[in-house]
């Protein structure tokens, strides 16, 4: 009998000093899962953290990006209003005279048929016309006025202005074959075309 006793009092013990095992483990497991948790959550924090920094970051970037753009598009801008505004005003300059021009080339086909009446050219009234002529021609070509070529030229509507057709042998259609009045343009702008005779 004292044997049982003696055997339950240790199975006891060792069922208590079992569940005391048993108890301390779980206790270290819990102990671990909390700071399992713990790390996880500061690990979830940080990442959320880092996450919300670098979407902070792209934003700045991209605003950093747009205001970049905004700057090269108005300076690109700024850029072609300044070559415009030269332009306009090399334009202005050089066509405000164009008025003028056009009321002295009668002028010079005045001079031009004087000269082709005299029948002496080595009279003095001829050599003073002829001088007068090319001071003016010289004048004109200082700014930009130049007389349109047209003979043996292909005939081009933009330049020349065809009065007459005439078949001629030996010559090409649509070229020039005779010229009745003197054109003249300043720079690329035609003032005046030059009326001309065409082949067919």
């Known amino acids: ?3 049982n006793i003696n055997q339950d009092e240790k199975l006891q013990e060792d069922y208590a000093s079992k569940e005391e095992e048993i108890v301390q483990n779980s206790e270290e497991n819990v102990q671990e899962d909390i700071s399992t948790e713990e790390e996880n959550v500061t690990d979830i924090n ?5 996450k919300k920094i ?3 970051i792209e934003e700045l970037e991209n605003q ?3 205001r970049d753009d905004k700057y090269k598009r108005l300076q690109a801008e700024y850029s072609n209003y300044m070559r415009r505004t030269q332009q306009e005003k090399e334009t202005i300059g050089l066509f405000a005279n164009e008025k003028i021009i056009n009321e002295l080339i009668p002028v010079i086909d005045s001079m031009e048929r004087a000269m082709e009446a005299c029948t002496n050219k080595e009279d003095d009234m001829y050599k003073g016309i002829e001088l007068v002529h090319k ?3 010289d004048c004109l070509q200082k700014f930009g006025v130049e007389e349109i070529d047209a003979i043996d030229q292909d005939f081009d509507p933009n330049l020349h202005l065809a009065v007459m057709q005439e078949s001629v042998e030996g010559i090409e259609p649509n070229k020039v074959v005779m010229v ?7 720079k690329s702008k035609v003032l ?4 001309v005779k065409v082949s067919c």
Request: glycine letters at 4%; a neutral charge; hydrophobic letters at 30%.
């Open 1 to 3: 009998m004292e044997n």
């Open 46 to 50: 940080s990442k959320l953290e880092e």
């Open 54 to 56: 670098n979407d902070k």
């Open 64 to 66: 950093i990006n747009e």
């Open 135 to 137: 001071q003016l021609i």
């Open 180 to 186: 009745l009045q003197k054109g003249y343009k300043l």
């Open 192 to 195: 005046r075309a030059t009326m």
